[in-house]
């Protein structure tokens, strides 16, 4: 019903940026919540950044100040701004969006298939 791609990953060296996108297509109504979150090897999934429909945007600590999250509601995409990374920073992220359909008028959690980003030292 709903797809999440994401798109931007890659190798990086440390203090450089990359910058992720992620498109929701389907059969949507309407798109709350946005959101990226991280999965190391070894480690649980973790959030990193989240934005409402209206802009309001929410930072794991780890990140602030070197990260920005920002979406363009018309194109139903989120993107996650990252600068300054670190090796740590090494991880697939991914793309989160809490979605109402337009099929079934139902809401859920969308998750999109990840993409890998390798901050090297």
């Known amino acids: 019903q709903v797809q999440l791609v994401e798109s931007g990953g890659g190798l990086v060296q440390a203090g450089g940026s990359l910058r992720l996108s992620c498109a929701a297509s389907?059969?949507?109504?309407?798109?709350?919540?946005m959101g990226w979150y991280r999965q190391a090897p070894g480690k649980q999934r973790e959030l990193v950044a989240t934005i409402s429909s209206g802009g309001s945007t929410n930072y794991a600590d780890s990140v602030k100040g070197r990260f920005t999250i920002s979406r363009d509601n018309a194109k139903n995409t989120v993107y996650l701004q990252m600068n300054s990374l670190k090796p740590e920073d090494t991880a697939n992220y991914y793309c989160?969006?809490?979605?109402?359909?337009?099929?079934?008028?139902?809401?859920?959690?969308?998750w999109g298939q990840g993409t890998q980003v390798t901050v090297s030292s």
């Open positions: 989160n969006s809490d979605v109402i359909t337009a099929s079934t008028w139902s809401r859920r959690d969308y």
């Open positions: 389907g059969s949507i109504f309407r798109i709350n919540a």
